[in-house]
């Protein structure tokens, strides 16, 4: 079994479905009745699970600190009504790179970095620099705009978040996400089946987590994107944040 060493920032995914039948009598509002609750893990708690499930052990280091993101659902029409995220009035504390860099034993790294305190640019590249003279593959997910710190790795990003960038580094493979119309390296596009979008929610963690797993098994950039297209696809077909399951991998 690959052991791959996980480090970002991780929320809990709080899911409120109910139905909405008549507005408030006080303002022109929706009164939401909730009959279920549903929690799931989210970021790179997500990424984590998604690696797990397929078939690597994960080592994660994430914050301490409780993130939530409530998502009120009308269950009738799988609408969104309205998301409620606390715990991130302030950055959260500052990975413990000393532990991190610790970690020696593994076949690969993944940062999921959210931008929420956990990982500092310092701290981005340390890991990348440190890991990388192991010959240690590297692979990033973030939500910076200044992504330097980001040397000889390989960088997953959807489309409005590389169109939004300050900066990238040098050396570096560039992997974008196109939503629907699959993904783009090297200037050559690879598309991703056709299927009825319920949620994109965690897609880009499903195609980060499959993407990972192919490549270090078959070292094939287009097998790996193509294998990496059909699973994210799979899962905007799912509604709320989704974890692969071993069915799911006869793809």
Known sequence: ???ILVIGDSCHDIYHYGHCERLSPEAPVPIFKEIEKVTKPGMSLNV????EALGFEVIHFTNEEEITKHRFVDV????????????????VKKVNIEKVLSVKDIDGVVISDYNKG????????????????????????????KLDC???????????EYNAAESFPDNVNILITLGQRGAMYEGKVYPAER??????????DVFLSSFIKSYLDTENIQESISFANKLASLSVSKFGTYVLKPEDLKV
């Not at 984590?48 to 690696?51: F, G, I, Q, R």
């Not at 980001?150 to 409005?160: A, D, G, H, M, P």
């Open 1 to 3: 079994m690959k052991k």
């Open 48 to 51: 984590s699970k998604n690696l």
């Open 195 to 204: 299927v009825e979008v319920f949620d994109v929610c965690g897609a880009g």
């Open 76 to 91: 009738r029409f799988k609408q969104h009504l309205l998301r409620v995220d606390r715990g991130e009035e302030k950055l």
């Open 150 to 160: 980001f040397s000889n790795c390989w960088l997953k990003i959807n489309e409005s």
């Open 118 to 145: 956990f990982l500092r640019i310092e701290d981005c590249i340390d890991i990348c620099k440190s890991y990388q003279e192991l010959n240690i593959p590297v692979f990033v997910d973030s939500k910076k705009r």
